[in-house]
C-alpha cells in the first residue's frame, strides 16, 4: 500500500497516521526525511525484508517531490518502477506539508492512480473536530464556538488549549466558559482582527481595548504595527481581486493564504474603498519609521493612529 498525505493541517495529517501506524510495531516502522535520503535509498529499503516480521512501514516526511518544489536531482524513474510494481509486504507513507500537488508532474498521476491520496486543507467541519479532541468531556456547543473565535481555526494550537483545560479538569469532565476564559489564552492573529474590526467600524474605545489586551501578553508595538500592516495590505489586494472577478480559490492560490484569511480579509475591505486602505498603509509605514528614529514614543503610536481614525 502507497500513501501520500499532504496539505496544509499538520494536526489531520498527524492524525491519519497515527491511525495507519496503529497497524504496525513499533519495530516494523522507519522514518525518513527526503531531504536527508535519495529515493533510491527509498525504494531499495521498501523492496528488502523486515527482520521482525513480514510486514513494515516505512514513512518519508518533506517529500517534496509531489510538488513544485525541486532541491535536488532524484532519480524520480526509480520511484516510479516501485510505484508500478510495489512490495506487497510494505506500506509507504509520503507525507508533504504543501497546499496543492503538482499536477504536471507524472509521479503525482501515478501516485494518484496507484495509491491513495489523501488531502488535508481547509475543507473539514472544525466544530466537529474540536468536539472529537474533547473525547468524554462534556461541553456545550456555543462554547465549542466560543473557544474557536478566542483561539483561532489552527488545530495544533487548539489542541493543545484543550489539553491544558482536560489536564485542569481531569476531576469534573464538565467544561463551561469560565474554564475556557481562565485556562486559554487569546490568539494574536485573533486579536488583530478584532483590532482591524473597531479601527474599520470606528469604535475607538473598543480598540484601544484590544490593543492594551495584546501589549498585556507581551506583544511589541512594532511587531503590531507590523501584523496590522500586513492585513490592510491583504485587504487592498483582496479589493484589488475582487475587481477583476477573482473568487476565493483564485486568491488563496495567488496570495498563498488560506481560505478563512481570505474571507475575513475581504469581508473587511468591503466596508473601505482603496485610496482609504492605501491612506493606512502610508500612516502605519510612517508610524515604524518615526518610532525607529526615535521621534515618537512606541507606546503611544499605535494609541495616535487609532484615536485618528
Known amino acids: 500500500m502507497i500513501y501520500l498525505l499532504y496539505g496544509i493541517e499538520e494536526y489531520l495529517i498527524k492524525k491519519e497516521l497515527d ?4 497497524h504496525f510495531d513499533i519495530n516494523d516502522i522507519s522514518f525518513y526525511d527526503m531531504d536527508n535520503i535519495k529515493l533510491n535509498d527509498i525504494v531499495d529499503d521498501a523492496n528488502s525484508m523486515s527482520l521482525f516480521s513480514t510486514s513494515r512501514l516505512i514513512i518519508i516526511d518533506n517529500s517534496y517531490i509531489f510538488t513544485t518544489l525541486s532541491k535536488k536531482r532524484d532519480d524520480i524513474k526509480y520511484l516510479e518502477n516501485y510505484i508500478n510494481n510495489p512490495n506487497k509486504n510494505t506500506t509507504l507513507v509520503f507525507i508533504i506539508n504543501s497546499e496543492t500537488l503538482d499536477n504536471r508532474k507524472k509521479i503525482v498521476s501515478l501516485i494518484k492512480e496507484k495509491g491513495n491520496v489523501i488531502e488535508f486543507n481547509s475543507n473539514f467541519d472544525i466544530n466537529s473536530i474540536v468536539k472529537e479532541m474533547f473525547g468524554n468531556y462534556q461541553i456545550d456547543s ?10 483561532g481555526n489552527n488545530l495544533n494550537l487548539l489542541n493543545q488549549e484543550i489539553n491544558k483545560i482536560k489536564t485542569y479538569k481531569c476531576d469534573d469532565l464538565k467544561i463551561n466558559r469560565n474554564d475556557i476564559i481562565n485556562l486559554t489564552h487569546k490568539t494574536v492573529d485573533i486579536d488583530i482582527f478584532h483590532l482591524i474590526e473597531n479601527i474599520i ?5 473598543k480598540a484601544l481595548e484590544s490593543y492594551y489586551e ?3 501578553v507581551g506583544e511589541e508595538p512594532i511587531k503590531i504595527i507590523v ?3 500586513n492585513q490592510f495590505r491583504l485587504m487592498y489586494q483582496v479589493k484589488k481581486l475582487s475587481l477583476k472577478r477573482n473568487n476565493i480559490s483564485d486568491m488563496m492560490k495567488i496570495l498563498g493564504q488560506k481560505k478563512y484569511t481570505i474571507e475575513k480579509a475581504l469581508e473587511k475591505s468591503r466596508k473601505y474603498n482603496e485610496d482609504i486602505i492605501l491612506k493606512k498603509l502610508y500612516q502605519l509605514a510612517d508610524l515604524d519609521i518615526k518610532i525607529k528614529s526615535g521621534m515618537i514614543n512606541k507606546n503611544i503610536a499605535l494609541e ?3 484615536l485618528d481614525n
Open 19 to 22: 491511525k495507519i501506524k496503529s
Open 227 to 229: 501584523m496590522l500592516s
Open 201 to 205: 467600524l470606528n469604535n475607538k474605545d
Open 214 to 216: 495584546m501589549i498585556k
Open 142 to 151: 456555543n462554547d465549542i464556538r466560543f473557544l474557536i473565535s478566542r483561539v
Open 304 to 306: 495616535l493612529f487609532i
